[in-house]
């Protein structure tokens, strides 16, 4: 019984993908009906627009894991920011034995810019920038065909 369902959604898949297909190539519902077996060029459309509403779903979700996968990739890398932040770092001055230990803020500073990019990159992620406002100048023409101006006034 299991795998007569597995062949029944294979063949789902299969006849939903060929009206994708014929409906892009802008094959009237009637035409599609008949060659795909619907009783009604109105079941072919209804059948297409679940399809593509079951595909926007899964798209949706497969977006929402991919964001999350991305966050916790960006808080793994900000944590090993942070553990460079907290060290101490030192640098030699001199040469061989000659010389001596300085402290070396460096590896710090490049660790709050690394911090900065990530929180950046995190709150585009999540839509939290405000959106950039654009401003055009210029003129736009509109031309309405089959309306007699006068009549408007």
């Known amino acids: 019984m299991a795998s007569r369902s597995r062949v029944t959604e294979a063949q789902l898949a299969e006849r939903r993908t060929k ?22 060029g109105a ?3 209804q059948d297409l627009k679940r399809t593509l509403e079951q595909r926007r779903e899964q798209l949706a979700l497969t977006a929402d894991e991919y964001r999350q996968e991305e966050l ?3 808080e793994m890398l900000a944590r090993k ?4 932040m907290e060290r101490e770092h030192f640098k030699w001055i001199g040469s061989g034995d000659e010389g001596s230990s300085e402290r070396d803020d460096g590896p710090v500073l490049a660790a709050i810019e690394s911090l900065r990019r990530l929180s950046e990159r995190r709150s585009r992620l999540l839509g939290l920038d405000a959106p950039t406002r654009v401003e055009a100048e210029g003129s736009l023409t509109v031309t309405v065909v089959g ?5 408007l006034t």
């Open 19 to 40: 009206l994708i297909q014929l409906r892009s190539q802008k094959r009237s519902w009637d035409d599609i009906a008949r060659e795909l077996g619907y009783n009604s």
């Open 43 to 45: 079941a072919a459309c």
């Open 72 to 74: 916790e990739h960006l």
């Open 81 to 84: 920011a942070i553990e460079v």
């Open 147 to 151: 309306v007699d101006p006068a009549e």
